[in-house]
């Protein structure tokens, strides 16, 4: 089970059903619909802005992924030069978060959704036979 919620965050999926998509298009690099989601899911029709300002909590997660990347790129400098040059290492740092901030803005809204978002797996079904709560 643990695997396929890993699997549908990465993937940017829906965490009630974990099949449908949670942005508009799957492809975080096409930056003017970076932020477009869909009102309600596509399988299970739950509501994915359920009040204004929702996601504004994973800036939170984000900050963490974006500090995360800088050390990461900091240690292996420092694990594979002798003596890495400081300047290097500090545009190496900014240029890995800013090519992984689009992923990682996706991916750090799937993870608040997932926190609050309990999985059903039969909202499909539940969503198919109207019997389904946004």
Not at 21 to 31: K, T
Not at 126 to 131: R, Y
Request: proline content about 7%.
């Amino acid at each position: 089970m643990a695997a396929n919620l890993i699997m549908s965050i990465l993937k940017g999926k829906c965490p009630r059903c974990r099949s449908g998509n949670l942005f508009e298009n799957p492809n975080p690099y096409i930056f003017k619909d970076l932020f477009k989601m869909p009102e309600h899911c596509s399988k299970c029709g739950k509501l994915l802005m359920p009040q204004p300002r929702f996601f504004d909590g994973s800036m939170y997660i984000n900050y963490a992924f974006s500090v995360a990347i800088v050390i990461t790129v900091f240690t292996a400098s420092n694990v594979l030069f002798e003596k890495p040059n400081v300047t290097y290492m500090i545009l190496a740092a900014i240029g890995g978060a800013i090519l992984f901030a689009p992923y990682s803005i996706r991916l750090t809204r799937t993870i608040w959704a997932s926190i609050f978002w309990k999985y059903d797996p039969k909202a499909v079904e539940k969503f198919d036979t109207g019997k389904y709560e946004p």
